[in-house]
């Protein structure tokens, strides 16, 4: 199926219409709290009690350590999924290679390549 | 490739390592940590990839690196278990800020977060240096 | 060690590590350290089961920090109720995926492994950007467990998937960020605390909801589902059909009802209920192939579940069917889809129209089948019987409209199941080579003591009822939420 041109600048421009929207509406939709609760208490309290003086540091592996536990399993997961279907990858070209009885070149590999 | 390119690679690679390993041993006084860090690294081995010899790229592919390579999923997976288990308890935490030893176990995590990272690129630049060669025997089938 | 269920986590890590280090020489490994992950996960959350009663949640600060400014670990009567579900789902394929998936077995159980951390993350968190992580962690697992089989059509559906998930997870964090960017924190109490129901919430609600629809395949988002199911093992089938939506209704009752505490959409909940029963059971009526029409009979049930939560959202007892349902969804499609790799293995094929003759060949198989077919409809004594008819009956004094789409949709079920115990079981017009019908003895086993569940539950309706009930009134109450994360 072929895809328009004008399908993809109306899904462009509908994509930075409903951007516009969120962040204007960020500033109609002012609540009476204070938005910087957290931030504000991580900036006086991190170093006593984190001892790091990098507060980005310190929220990232102490306050919210999970978070970053989550982060690494989903890169762990993109680097074995990359390498699970590489190697399916490559016994597809072995095999095509076995029926022509010569040696082909992945498409991926030349692309890439090429740049 | 040309000898400027392979000159090049073999005197930036050790300065772009040790400017990550700087980056995060100091990740808990200075800006940067775990991730930056990481991201440094494998551009470091990134290079490495590319700008070498074209010769020495069949004799880098050998089984002692195939080993490593398995071996680095392992080690991966097992700093993702002892990272899951230290964030659990209660930190340690020692009295002088800006210093080495300050940050209690941020220290270490950072060093372990910046392997990791690395160790991601290289999982994925050597599966896509690999699509060149039929699967080996005593590869992951 | 008192707090068994924050242990959950790093242990299927610690699994997930022998299988991808080990699995490869060590074949046997894979299944066994599979078997006993899951086995000792149920275990830790049963053991938990006396501090929920006493205490009526389950709060477990990590790290140490305080409430707002940590994450926690909150689990009430509903969260275990999926926790549990997720360990016995994750059995039930374990068991299947034996027989079923004989090569590349390593890259299955680490995947599946990882899929379940992120599953069972989502369900005990007490904040929202960590459910956010964990539903990354799951979806990309399932994205690239959606390719097992390696050929076009397998590969087609992750495509499919991969972008619509993609898409779903920007929007849910644009609606997370929004929240954050209002109220200054993140811990779902704190918010709690924070949010009037009012016209500023609309939009990070709507977003929110946005991203979970398409998580969970409801209608009109629902395109993904029955392609990964079809192309896709069974046992990886049944992971997504089963577990995937009760997670996903789950976090829609955690949003909508404890979070936002936003009793002014239920109306808009049972509208988009009542389009995806319809969508669910027309499409399904239509399909020749086995796993596809299983497929969208599931999305027709979470229908059926987000009624009941639309229903709660007005009276409390609206839940209680709705969690009944859940359970009963979750027990027939596991039968549904064991009973579906089985036939799919005898037929090598799962077009329905070439199959047929099985009663004659099995009949304790045909029965049961049978039996989860007709639980599905509502059918007296049978399991889903008690649960559909309090819907009938909640909707009939809220919304009566309703409850009329409702009952037509469950004669269109009743329709398909027919459809399809006649092309499968009965059909004797076409002669086979009548080889005996193969069942391992662990699929007998499994379908045997489903079947006894699903009789035991359709004669007895109080037991289920009661159950549900049980659950329920330990996680209703907002304010005992509140207090025990926050005190």
Known sequence: ?115 | MDAIIRTATRVLFPVILLFGIYISVNGHITPGGGFPAGVILGTAFLLLAIGADETSIDARISKKNVMYLKGSFAIFLLLIVIEGYIIRNNILKTQDFFEIWSGGFTFFLNIIGGFMVLLGILIIVYSFIMTMYPPREDDWK | MYNYISYIVPMLLCSAFIIVTLGHKYKKLNFNVTIIALLSSLIFTLLSLPKLLNEGIIIYQLSGWQAPFGITVAVDGIGFLILSLIFLIGLIVAFISKHEIKKRRYQFYTLFMFYNVGLVGMTITGDIFNFFVFLEISSMSAYILSSFNRDKPAFESSIKYIIIGSFASSIFLIGIAMLYGMYGTLNMADLMMKIVPGFGNNIPLALILTGLFMKGAIVPFHAWKPDVVKSNPASFGLAISATSTAVSLYAIFRFVYTVFGAFYFSKMLIYIALLTMFVGAVMALQQKDLKKMIAYSAISQSGYILFGFGLGMMENIGFVSAIYHLINTVIIDAVLFISAYIISQHFKTSDMSKMGYISRQNKLFTVTFGVALLSLTGIPFLNGFASKWMLYIVSLSLYPFAAFVSFIVSVITLAYSFKAFHLIFLNDKRDYEKTPLFIPLSHKVMLAVLLVIMLVLGFFPDLGLQLSQNIIDLSLSRDLYLMGVLS
């Open chain 1, 1 to 115: 199926m072929k895809i328009n041109q004008i399908q993809i600048t109306t899904l462009i421009f509908l994509f930075i219409f409903v951007i516009m929207v969120i962040t204007v509406s960020g500033k109609i939709y002012q609540t009476d709290f204070d938005s910087r609760a957290a931030s504000q208490y991580y900036l006086n309290n991190g170093l006593e009690e984190t001892g790091s003086a990098n507060i980005v540091n310190s929220i990232v592996w102490d306050f919210r350590g999970y978070d970053t536990l989550g982060e690494e399993s989903v890169l762990f997961i993109a680097a074995t999924g990359v390498y699970f279907l590489s190697l399916a990858l490559r016994k597809s070209i072995d095999r095509r290679d076995k029926k022509k009885g010569e040696k082909t070149k992945s498409k991926l590999l030349t692309k890439i390549t090429k740049i």
